[in-house]
């Protein structure tokens, strides 16, 4: 099959018209413009999206458009609705969140699952995705060890697949069992991905063992002070030589110069989530900073209980609107390259391929239309298309949603449709 578009995006400042050849679920030619069996015409064909943080099995609504409680009080109400919903309830949640993302583009999740309750919902969709198993234990005591194993070593198709751990953040992962874990993940090449300075109380916790996070821990009838650490947890990280390109910093809300520094010397990513960030009302995420200093940024959503929707576009435009100073052909790259580029660091590209449209990688591609309107003086196609509608998405060359008119991000323009 062939399919052709006036705007490749090959992970560059400029696009630039050809066609791609697939065949058998892969990339195997790319041509200059001609006949093609699909020809998109004013379109911008990329990598499928790639949401690089998100918690399917919390795919229910927000309560509110932004939440004004304590950060706090809110992780107790997750907890609090993860228990209400019981097993049926949050497979179903996961089940919706699925759809959800296939219909917006997404050809990809990193999953935070704790208990396993969206594994079968996924298995039964066409989504890739690697699979982190969440891990909390307050106590030195991992009781959970058996089970993570056998997760971990579980059959699984490796062309969708990728198993991965969790350990969930500084404050809810003893240091001790936070070692195991990443010792683990070590030898057994296994990702890691942790939430990390997602709360400005974290450092005073860690440092000093008081503030809110002492509180917090306090509700569990846990002791703050088994979580000193007497500096943060990435500077920690560097002083234990743990901080390695095998991990994801999730959310970094907080993160220092020093810190990000730190970040880019390792080849650790930093995982963005613009709208569960602007719920939670927080302050400017370091992201642009990040950038500058070589950390390599990512977007994810977070779960649809703070983000309120699972569009990589909607937050590619929250991620526009938040940070201006980053270029359109860097926030396109943090939802399709980057994510691929770091799974190849970490020695399993075969699940997504490069993200720059080569020869071999899966045939995982969406399309977005790019509006008709008159661009602002300099405006690049990639900027534009910042403002398009999904129009057609594929997952290892099979069309996995088309959209007509009424789609899920917004009805395209007259005309945008091919």
Same mark, same amino acid.
């Given at each position: 099959?062939?399919?052709?578009?006036?705007?490749?995006?090959?992970?560059?400042?400029?696009?630039?018209?050809?066609?791609?050849?697939?065949?058998?679920?892969?990339?195997?030619?790319?041509?200059?413009?001609?006949?093609?069996?699909?020809?998109?015409?004013?379109?911008?064909?990329?990598?499928?999206?790639?949401?690089?943080?998100?918690?399917?099995?919390?795919?229910?609504?927000?309560?509110?458009?932004?939440?004004?409680?304590?950060?706090?009080?809110?992780?107790?109400?997750?907890?609090?609705?993860?228990?209400?919903?019981?097993?049926?309830?949050?497979?179903?949640?996961?089940?919706?969140?699925?759809?959800?993302?296939?219909?917006?583009?997404?050809?990809?999740?990193?999953?935070?699952?704790?208990?396993?309750?969206?594994?079968?919902?996924?298995?039964?969709?066409?989504?890739?995705?690697?699979?982190?198993?969440?891990?909390?234990?307050?106590?030195?005591?991992?009781?959970?060890?058996?089970?993570?194993?056998?997760?971990?070593?579980?059959?699984?198709?490796?062309?969708?697949?990728?198993?991965?751990?969790?350990?969930?953040?500084?404050?809810?992962?003893?240091?001790?069992?936070?070692?195991?874990?990443?010792?683990?993940?070590?030898?057994?090449?296994?990702?890691?991905?942790?939430?990390?300075?997602?709360?400005?109380?974290?450092?005073?916790?860690?440092?000093?063992?008081?503030?809110?996070?002492?509180?917090?821990?306090?509700?569990?009838?846990?002791?703050?002070?088994?979580?000193?650490?007497?500096?943060?947890?990435?500077?920690? #990280?560097?002083?234990?030589?743990? %901080? @390695?390109? &095998?991990?994801?910093?999730? !959310?970094?809300?907080?993160?220092?110069? *020093?810190?990000?520094?730190?970040?880019?010397?390792?080849?650790?990513?930093?995982?963005?989530?613009?709208?569960?960030?602007?719920?939670?009302?927080?302050?400017?995420?370091?992201?642009?900073?990040?950038?500058?200093?070589?950390?390599?940024?990512?977007?994810?959503?977070?779960? #649809?209980?703070?983000?309120?929707? %699972? @569009?990589? &576009?909607?937050?590619?435009? !929250?991620?526009?609107?938040?940070?201006? *100073?980053?270029?359109?052909?860097?926030?396109?790259?943090?939802?399709?390259?980057?994510?691929?580029?770091?799974?190849?660091?970490?020695?399993?590209?075969?699940?997504?391929?490069?993200?720059?449209?080569?020869?071999?990688?899966?045939?995982?591609?969406?399309?977005?239309?790019?509006?008709?309107?008159?661009?602002?003086?300099?405006?690049?196609?990639?900027?534009?298309?910042?403002?398009?509608?999904?129009?057609?998405?594929?997952?290892?060359?099979?069309?996995?949603?088309?959209?007509?008119?009424?789609?899920?991000?917004?009805?395209?323009?007259?005309?945008?449709?091919?």
């Amino acid at each position: 099959m062939k399919i052709a578009a006036d705007h490749l995006f090959f992970g560059e400042s400029e696009t630039r018209a050809g066609r791609i050849v697939i065949e058998n679920g892969l990339i195997v030619d790319l041509l200059e413009p001609g006949e093609s069996d699909l020809d998109l015409g004013n379109a911008l064909l990329c990598s499928g999206f790639v949401n690089a943080h998100i918690h399917l099995d919390l795919s229910i609504p927000p309560a509110k458009d932004h939440t004004p409680e304590d950060f706090g009080n809110w992780l107790g109400k997750v907890v609090e609705s993860r228990r209400s919903l019981g097993p049926k309830g949050l497979s179903e949640a996961a089940a919706r969140g699925i759809e959800e993302c296939m219909a917006s583009g997404t050809t990809a999740v990193f999953d935070i699952d704790p208990s396993g309750h969206s594994l079968q919902p996924l298995e039964n969709s066409d989504l890739k995705r690697v699979i982190f198993r969440e891990v909390i234990s307050l106590t030195d005591e991992f009781e959970d060890q058996k089970s993570l194993l056998d997760f971990l070593g579980a059959d699984f198709d490796p062309k969708k697949e990728l198993r991965a751990i969790s350990p969930h953040s500084p404050y809810t992962v003893s240091p001790m069992v936070m070692d195991r874990l990443l010792d683990l993940s070590k030898t057994l090449e296994k990702p890691w991905a942790i939430h990390v300075a997602e709360s400005e109380w974290e450092e005073e916790l860690l440092t000093s063992t008081s503030g809110p996070g002492a509180d917090f821990l306090r509700q569990f009838e846990t002791d703050p002070a088994a979580f000193h650490r007497g500096t943060s947890f990435i500077q920690s #990280l560097v002083n234990q030589k743990k %901080l @390695s390109q &095998l991990g994801l910093v999730i !959310h970094g809300n907080h993160c220092s110069d *020093e810190e990000l520094d730190q970040m880019a010397k390792s080849g650790v990513p930093l995982v963005w989530c613009p709208s569960s960030h602007q719920y939670f009302r927080r302050p400017p995420h370091p992201a642009p900073e990040a950038h500058l200093k070589g950390v390599k940024v990512l977007l994810g959503t977070d779960g #649809l209980i703070s983000c309120g929707h %699972l @569009s990589m &576009l909607q937050e590619l435009r !929250h991620a526009r609107a938040a940070a201006k *100073e980053i270029s359109a052909h860097e926030l396109w790259s943090m939802v399709t390259v980057n994510p691929r580029s770091w799974l190849n660091e970490c020695g399993h590209g075969e699940l997504l391929g490069s993200g720059r449209l080569e020869v071999g990688d899966p045939a995982d591609l969406v399309a977005i239309t790019i509006p008709k309107k008159t661009p602002a003086k300099n405006e690049s196609v990639l900027e534009t298309a910042l403002q398009g509608s999904l129009l057609a998405c594929w997952i290892d060359g099979r069309v996995t949603n088309s959209l007509a008119p009424n789609g899920p991000d917004q009805t395209p323009s007259e005309g945008d449709a091919p």
